[in-house]
Every structure is written in C-alpha cells, then in structure tokens.
C-alpha cells in the first residue's frame, strides 16, 4: 500500500478497526464528516494539495466521501507516522503513541509520553534529565523515550504511562456533560482496554463503537 512501511501498517490494522471504513455525516464527532478516521476538521487544516482529494479547488465532506483507504493512510503515515518516528519504537509505544495521536492530537500523545518518562525517569533511565514537556518529539525526546525502551519492560511501562493519561483525559471529558463527549465516552474507554489487549499481545478486537454511525452522502 503506498509503499508504506509494513510496521506502520500492522499498527494502521488496529487504527482503522476502531476508526472505522465507513463514510460517517459527523454526528457526535466534533471533526465532522468522516472516514477511515481522517475527519474533514482534519483535512481543513493541512495543506490544500494534500487534502484536496477530489481535485475540485476546495476542501469539503465531498472529499472525505472520496477518500480512498490507501490516501487515508498516506494522509495518516505523513502526519503521525513519520513525525512519530513510530518505527523507531518497539511496538507497545509505537502502536499507544500513533493511536492517541490520532484519536488525541499529536501534540497531546507527545506531551503524555513526555510526562510518562518524567515519571517513571528513575526506574528507566536516571541518569537522562527530565524532559520539558512541550508536546514536541525534539532530538531531546526521543533520546529520552530511546533510552526508556532499552530498560526491561521500559516501552510497555511508557505505553500504559500515556494510556492512564488518555484515560483520564476521556473522563474529564465526560465529566463536561457535552453530549458529543459522553455519547462516546464508553466506546473511547473499550478502545484504551482493546489497546492495552494488543500492545500485550492478546485478543484485541471489539464491536462496541457507538459512535460509528454510517450515512450516506
């Protein structure tokens, strides 16, 4: 597919389960009408050359409704892969950083494996100073997060450090009342529990994604 790597792609496999392959209007997403998990609040906020699917001049749910699953995970591996450096990464935080990215914000998954290490900096790595948390996968980060690895159990201890983060932050969330938050609330905590199943190695795959609600264009 697109050349892309194939690690890259056997994380993509757990992504697009929960994400879904079908074309959704946008009810209970904030982002809007959606497919394979790139929402049109997505699209609209990179460069018109590459989310201009349909090649009609502008950026519209007629361009999420063209998408192709191999655009979508061109669009994933450009904007989250590679900025990742998902393949530099054993596959428990390779697999949790490119999920929360995605479900998240890139910015927020860096900032919790940021707080992840800080934590659990003495157990992994003391002799690497702490890192400023600034959402950013600097030189400086990825050493950290490099040197977290190379510890007995360090990836899987990081994964479950920005797990826990992910799973509060879905309760805070809910905690708001916004019916868009607590209509998916439940689906988001099943997708933390199936994420923790697969970065383990066990059965992963679950239904329970209510707010997948396909509709027609």
Request: glycine share 12%; proline share 6%; net charge neutral.
């Amino acid at each position: 597919m697109n050349g892309l790597p194939l690690f890259f792609l056997s994380l993509m496999d757990f992504v697009l389960h929960w994400e879904g392959l079908t074309f959704t209007g946008g009810k209970n997403d904030k982002g809007g009408a959606t497919k394979y998990g790139v929402s049109l609040r997505f699209l609209k906020s990179i460069p018109i050359a590459d989310a201009d699917l349909n090649r009609d001049g502008v950026v519209t749910w007629a361009d999420v409704y063209a998408m192709t699953q191999d655009q979508a995970l061109g669009i994933f591996w450009s904007y989250f892969g590679s900025p990742l450096c998902v393949e530099s990464w054993p596959k428990p935080l390779a697999a949790v950083l490119l999920d929360t990215a995605i479900n998240c914000g890139s910015g927020t998954a860096v900032r919790w494996a940021q707080n992840a290490f800080n934590d659990l900096r003495p157990g992994l790595s003391p002799s690497c100073p702490s890192l400023l948390v600034d959402g950013g996968m600097g030189q400086k980060t990825r050493g950290a997060l490099c040197a977290g690895c190379r510890a007995p159990g360090g990836a899987m201890d990081l994964a479950l450090g920005i797990l826990a983060s992910r799973k509060a932050h879905y309760g805070r969330l809910n905690a708001t009342g916004d019916p868009d938050y607590t209509a998916n609330y439940q689906g988001w905590i099943h997708r933390a529990a199936s994420l923790t199943a697969f970065i383990a190695g066990r059965p992963w795959r679950m239904q329970d994604k209510p707010w997948e609600n396909p509709v027609n264009a």
